[in-house]
C-alpha cells in the first residue's frame, strides 16, 4: 500500500512571494503518478499539476512547479507569485498505474496574505 | 468542468436509516470512485468501480456498498447509517490518463 505524508498542516505567504510545500511518500511500484490538488473554500477538488514517475523534467503550469525527487521519494510544489485566490487547501496524490486509484496525503492549509 | 453532478448536495438523516448517494456523469468515462473526506485525514477511497457492474473496494469500505448499472451513474448505499458516517462524500471519475476529476461533493450528517 502506498503512503502520502504532508508534514505542513499550514503555511501562510505574503502576496507576490513563493511557497514551497512539501509531500514525500512511500511506495514499492516503478512506475506511477503524482498530483497536486488544490480545494478552495468552495470545496471544489480542483487539479493542479501532475508527473509521470518515469519523466525526469518536472512539470510546471504556469505560476507552478514541481520538484520531483524519485530516489528520495519527494514531490514538492512550488507557487511563484502567490495570490490571494491560492488561498486554500493542497492535497498531495499518488496516482497507481492499475486501477488508475489515488492516495492522497493529509492536505496543506495555504492562506496568502495581502 | 468534467461534467459530473452529485445528488443530493446536503442530507442530514438518522442513525440507523439507509441512505443513497449518486453521482452522475456526461462524458461516459469507465472509471468512477467514490471517497469520503474528514478533518486530518484528507481523501480516502471508499469503493470505485472500473466498468458497469465491475466494481472494488478501497480503504474504508466497511458499512458502504455500490452499484453502477449504467456507465454514467453510480451510487453509493449506506445500508444503515451511523455518526461515524458523517463527512463529505466526493465522486470522481478518472479520465484513462490517470488523473482523477471530482463532482462538488455532498456533505451528509447523521444524527
Known amino acids: 500500500a502506498q503512503t502520502v505524508t504532508q508534514s505542513q498542516p499550514e503555511m501562510s505567504v505574503q502576496e507576490a512571494e513563493t511557497v514551497t510545500l512539501s509531500c514525500t511518500y512511500d511506495?514499492?511500484?516503478?512506475?506511477?503518478?503524482l498530483f497536486w490538488y488544490k480545494q478552495p473554500p468552495s470545496r471544489q477538488m480542483i487539479l493542479v499539476i501532475r508527473?509521470?514517475?518515469?519523466?525526469?523534467q518536472n512539470a510546471t503550469e504556469n505560476r507552478f512547479s514541481v520538484n520531483f525527487q524519485k530516489a528520495a521519494k519527494s514531490f514538492s510544489l512550488k507557487i511563484s507569485d502567490s495570490q490571494l485566490g491560492d488561498t486554500a487547501m493542497y492535497f498531495c496524490?499518488?496516482?497507481?498505474?492499475?486501477?488508475?486509484?489515488?492516495?492522497f496525503g493529509e492536505g496543506t492549509q495555504l492562506t496568502v496574505n495581502p | 468542468d468534467a461534467g459530473i453532478t452529485q445528488s443530493p448536495r446536503h442530507k442530514v438523516t438518522e442513525t440507523g436509516t439507509p441512505v443513497t448517494l449518486r453521482c452522475h456523469q456526461t462524458?461516459?468515462?469507465?472509471?468512477m470512485y467514490w471517497y469520503r473526506q474528514d478533518p486530518g485525514h484528507g481523501l480516502r477511497l471508499i469503493h470505485y468501480?472500473?466498468?458497469?457492474?465491475?466494481?472494488d473496494k478501497g480503504e474504508v469500505s466497511d458499512g458502504y456498498s455500490v452499484s453502477r448499472s449504467k456507465t454514467e451513474d453510480f451510487l453509493l448505499t449506506l445500508e444503515s447509517a451511523t455518526s461515524s458516517q458523517t463527512s463529505v462524500y466526493f465522486c470522481?471519475?478518472?479520465?484513462?490518463?490517470?488523473?482523477?476529476?471530482f463532482g462538488p461533493g455532498t456533505r451528509l450528517t447523521v444524527t
Open positions: 468501480s472500473y466498468g458497469v457492474k465491475d466494481t
Open positions: 508527473q509521470e514517475a518515469y519523466k525526469q
Open positions: 511506495t514499492s511500484e516503478n512506475n506511477y503518478y
Open positions: 496524490a499518488f496516482g497507481e498505474t492499475s486501477g488508475s486509484r489515488l492516495t
Open positions: 470522481a471519475i478518472g479520465t484513462g490518463t490517470y488523473e482523477q476529476y
Open positions: 462524458e461516459n468515462h469507465r472509471y
